[in-house]
């Protein structure tokens, strides 16, 4: 039998883009740590000031506020319409069907920039005032197609026999829902919400059109950085961020793939 070898090329080119793109990541948390306002190497000195500061700053706190609130809203809202979208298309037919997925889709290939200066407009049009509502309906439209992704991918998993079975056996299609499909989809439906809160608390571009008087988190970070003296405070609001993301995505990442592992043991 041939073996494959250990260092192929497909292996070194792997690790040579993960390092490329994660190491302006891993510098920008040693530079938290950095106790020059420098950012350059040698570094002057450990300390945690820049942290400290990062946490002292009420503006920095009301807009971490407003993150967590537009987010957890946000990913509800679009976890809610992904699982509905994704037993749309999951489960049913329908004329134009092809034509709602290109639709739900869309955000995905869209240019955020372009995305939302769209959204902007359209707000003006209808008259809807811009405020953390319009954030949060923005970060629907963005999330929406990730929450379908996700949760279509779950409900494919499972056959749907399990639900005729259900109602064969009296239960409505409601009942059917509740007690059958949702349980089982509920890893998929935690991993979107997760995935959806996580690129909702991150956005930047479609938020900067449709903000109002209120910021978010990253809108404050952008705002800090034509401070020179505020930047290594930024750094660590980063790499705050930085890191609380990458453990939430890993988390849904999980539950999604024990999800998809149970699923294929059951069918077995």
């Known amino acids: 039998m041939k073996r494959h070898n250990k260092f192929s090329l497909t292996k070194i ?5 993960a390092f490329l793109l994660y190491l302006p990541l891993l510098l920008l948390i040693i530079f938290s740590f950095n106790e020059s ?13 820049w942290y400290q500061e990062a946490f002292q700053a ?10 967590l609130t537009v987010a957890s809203v946000s990913a509800v809202v679009a976890t809610a319409l992904g699982f509905m979208g994704a037993m749309a298309i999951v489960r049913f037919r329908f004329p134009g069907k092809n034509m709602f997925i290109a639709v739900a889709a869309m955000p995905l290939v869209v240019p955020y920039v372009v995305l939302g200066v769209a959204l902007l407009l359209a707000f003006h049009a209808i008259n809807i005032p811009m405020s953390l509502w ?3 309906v923005a970060h629907v439209v963005v999330c929406l197609p990730e929450a379908m992704i996700l949760i279509a991918a779950r409900i494919i998993d499972f056959p749907s026999s399990l639900e005729e079975a259900a109602m064969d056996l009296g239960a409505s299609y409601w009942e059917t829902l509740f007690r059958v499909t949702i349980p089982i989809s509920a890893p998929a439906l935690i991993a ?4 959806c809160f996580t690129i909702s608390f991150n956005e930047f571009a479609v938020s900067f059109f449709v903000m109002g008087s209120k910021a978010t988190l990253p809108i404050y970070i952008f705002s800090q950085l034509r ?7 930024v750094i660590a609001l980063s790499a705050i961020t930085m890191v609380i993301s990458v453990l939430v995505l890993v988390f ?6 024990f999800g998809s592992n149970k699923s294929q043991k ?3």
């Not at 080119?13 to 883009?17: D, E, G, P, T």
């Open 192 to 195: 979107s919400f997760l995935t």
């Open 13 to 17: 080119y792997f690790w040579l883009v």
């Open 37 to 49: 306002t420098l950012l350059s190497f040698p570094l002057k000195g450990f300390t945690l000031r």
């Open 266 to 268: 059951d069918a077995v």
């Open 134 to 136: 319009s954030v949060g």
């Open 227 to 233: 401070i020179s003296q505020r930047v290594p405070m």
């Open 252 to 257: 849904a990442e999980w539950l999604r793939r």
């Open 58 to 67: 009420r503006q920095m706190l009301r807009a971490l506020g407003n993150s």
